[in-house]
């Protein structure tokens, strides 16, 4: 994520899951009153989806935002369920970069089958629950840019589901040189 999330709002809840993704936020400058959630603590993924499923219930008069890998997302996925079900309109955005790409990173061989993980049509799941939930994919910043002022407006009646992707590497400046220091020392 290598610019500000530009439909980020005063008062939003933004989940970050753990890996890559907690890298792309730490420069951001959030907007006043937001606030972003992350479990780097025990480094437990999947953790972000049934997070955010969470908030929307606790602070319906609130947005808030996902934003998850697609490796983490497999382990918790149903939780989107439970997000139609109760009428939670959150903002999902779902990177599909193939895998586990934090890991890939920090192995001596990256692209070691088990960082790989099953490929799924992301952008169909909502459907899958037969909730009310508008579905796109983004395969370049154009597309992603437009997706999400799409979503800025689909996200007031439902729930909103973007499936972004990436190549298995993509990721920001920041965790390279945090994950070749750490292995320096290592």
């Known amino acids: 994520m290598a ?12 989940f970050s899951e753990t890996g890559l993704i907690e890298f792309g936020f ?7 009153n937001s606030h972003i959630y992350n479990q780097v603590l025990w ?8 997070a955010s499923f969470g908030a929307g219930i606790a602070a319906k008069n609130k947005r808030v935002i996902l934003v998850t890998g697609d490796g983490s997302h497999q382990l918790t996925a149903q939780e989107v369920s439970s997000m139609m079900r109760y009428g939670i309109h959150p903002i999902i955005i779902v990177i599909n970069n193939s895998g586990y790409s934090i890991e890939r990173a920090m192995c001596k ?23 009310n939930a508008w579905t796109v994919k983004a395969k370049t910043n ?4 437009e997706a999400l ?34 292995l320096a020392k290592v």
């Not at 730490?26 to 006043?32: I, Q, S």
């Not at 480094?43 to 049934?50: D, E, L, N, R």
């Not at 061989?109 to 909730?131: A, E, H, Q, T």
Request: aromatic share 12%; glycine share 4%; charged share 30%.
């Open 3 to 14: 610019k500000n999330l530009v439909i980020l709002k005063e008062n939003d809840i933004i």
């Open 26 to 32: 730490a420069p951001m400058k959030l907007p006043r």
């Open 43 to 50: 480094g437990s993924i999947g953790w972000a989806t049934p």
């Open 109 to 131: 061989n990256p692209m070691d089958v088990f960082n790989d993980i099953s490929s799924w049509d992301y952008s169909k799941l909502p459907l899958v629950f037969k909730g």
């Open 142 to 145: 154009k597309e992603f840019d």
């Open 149 to 182: 002022k799409h979503a800025e407006y689909e996200q007031k009646e439902r729930l909103c589901y973007i499936e972004l992707f990436t190549d298995k590497m993509d990721m920001p400046k920041i965790t390279k040189k945090f994950i070749s220091n750490s």
